[in-house]
Structures are given as C-alpha cells and as structure tokens.
C-alpha cells in the first residue's frame, strides 16, 4: 500500500497545533490531579485524556483505518499498515504547575520504524517536525544539533524518574556525572529535551524508563538533524531501558560514561 507522507505530515500538524491550542487556551485554573500511574507523583489530568481523544478523533476523521498507541490508554492496531504514537501532554508536571516545558507530540510509524513526528510547543510557538531522511525543521526552517564536543564542553540534558528507587539512583549518577560535563539541565519533557538537541540548544540529551510515546517523535526529530539517538540501551529487569541523543563523538564519551555509573 502506498503511504502519503505529505498528506500524513498535514494531518499531524493540524491534530497538534489545534491540540496544542485546546491546551493552552482552556486550560482550567483549578486545574488538579484526575489519576497517579506508576507512583504519587506520576501524574494524569483531566486535560490529558481529553487532548488525547482530541487528537484521535481529528486523525480519525481523515484516516479511519490508522492504528493508535496513546499514554491515556487508547490503543488499536487497524488496517492500513499506519501507527499513531500520540503524547497528549508530554510534560504533564508542567503543565499542572502552569510552567511553560510541555509539548503536544505526535507520531506516525509503519513496519520499517517511525515514519515522521511532530512535536507541538504552544506556550513559545514553536512546531518542530521531521519526516524519515527528510531533515529536521523548527517552525518550517531547518534545524541541526550541535558539532560535537568533549564532554567537559557539553550541557547535557536528562529527566528523572517517578520511583523513589529509581530517582535515587539518578541521583548518585548525576552527582558523579555533574562534575564531568559542562552542566546539566532538566525541563520535565523527553520531547522537548530531543528537539532541543536537535536545535543546538542542549548538546545531549539522556534519560531511563521512557516510554514509545514519550520518545517517537522527538528521536525521529534529533535523528533527522545530525544526533545519534537510542531509545533502547541496557535493558533491565524492570523493562526500562536508556535513551541517548547526541552527535556522534559526543554519544560515544557520554555512553561510556553513562555505563560506568550505572545510569
């Protein structure tokens, strides 16, 4: 079956900017917690459901054979050889806080992996997107990462965990790794980390325990302007796995270091 990428790409674009705009727009002042998943503090609003069924219903109405993996729950399989891997709100913390790191982010895969994504960011008004070999952009323009530099050079971006046991072993790699790197920074959106690499704006970008959707787009977007990306590094017991974004010689030094901490 022949896949319009152009005609998917639109689609994208149009469910996560009217999604971003829902977001942003109606957004409740008394916002508040609807449901926890893996801890306390991992977190499920009322507009995280609700922008997912958004974006579902918006895709539907043009492709109604599409299959759909969604974080709120909503997974099919369907016909046409066509995935969605949707992110309603990747940054969820943030935006119950009303801080401005969350992101809309959408992708489309088929058999041969992740076809393209986009990654909608409402409060700056900023849409990063890429198609597979097709470069990464930033609001239509072009976008690359940065040319690799030695870690003692580099700012570095990460995310944390929700478990207690998780976090703590953050920790102590991040006290051991700080001293090595440039600095670090944490925004609260695996999307947004992966497009920053893709922009110049973080030299790298690593994290454990991501999920398809937290990642789709974003790797795809980092990839297609110059990082090398990994979604699935040493895998453990518990089924997490290590993501990794940077430029190649920059990768290398962070992996090897990231391995001896037992990140």
């Not at 893996?38 to 109405?61: H, Y």
């Not at 759909?68 to 909503?74: V, W």
């Not at 046409?80 to 943030?94: K, L, Y």
């Not at 590094?233 to 037992?262: F, I, K, N, Y």
């Amino acid at each position: 079956m022949t896949i319009d990428t152009a005609e998917l790409l639109a689609i994208a674009r149009d469910a996560a900017r009217h999604t971003g705009g829902f977001l942003l727009h109606e957004r409740p002042a008394d916002l508040g917690v609807a449901a926890t998943k893996s801890s306390p503090t991992d977190v499920v609003t009322e507009m995280d459901t609700a922008a997912e069924k958004l974006i579902i219903e918006r895709i539907r109405a043009h492709r109604p054979h599409d299959g759909f993996l969604g974080e709120e729950g909503d997974a099919s399989e369907g016909s046409s050889g066509v995935r969605w891997v949707i992110d309603p709100i990747d940054g969820t913390v943030n935006y119950l806080y009303d801080l401005p790191g969350w992101c809309v982010s959408i992708a489309a895969e088929t058999a041969e992996g992740t076809l393209l994504g986009v990654v909608e960011v409402p409060v700056v008004g900023e849409t990063f997107h890429a198609v597979r070999d097709g470069g990464a952009f930033r609001n239509g323009k072009p976008i690359h990462c940065r040319p690799a530099v030695p870690a003692a050079r580099a700012l570095v971006a990460t995310g944390f965990g929700y478990t207690v046991e998780r976090r703590t072993r953050q920790a102590a790699a991040i006290a051991a790794l700080l001293p090595r790197v440039r600095d670090l920074r944490r925004a609260g959106s695996a999307a947004i980390d992966l497009c920053s690499v893709a922009a110049g704006r973080v030299d790298a970008y690593y994290e454990r325990g991501l999920n398809p959707w937290d990642v789709a787009a974003g790797a795809l977007i980092a990839r297609e302007a110059g990082a090398e990306v990994f979604v699935d590094l040493w895998p453990e017991a518990d089924g997490s796995t290590m993501c990794l974004a940077a430029p190649a010689g920059l990768r290398a030094e962070l992996q090897d270091a990231l391995v001896a901490l037992h990140a």
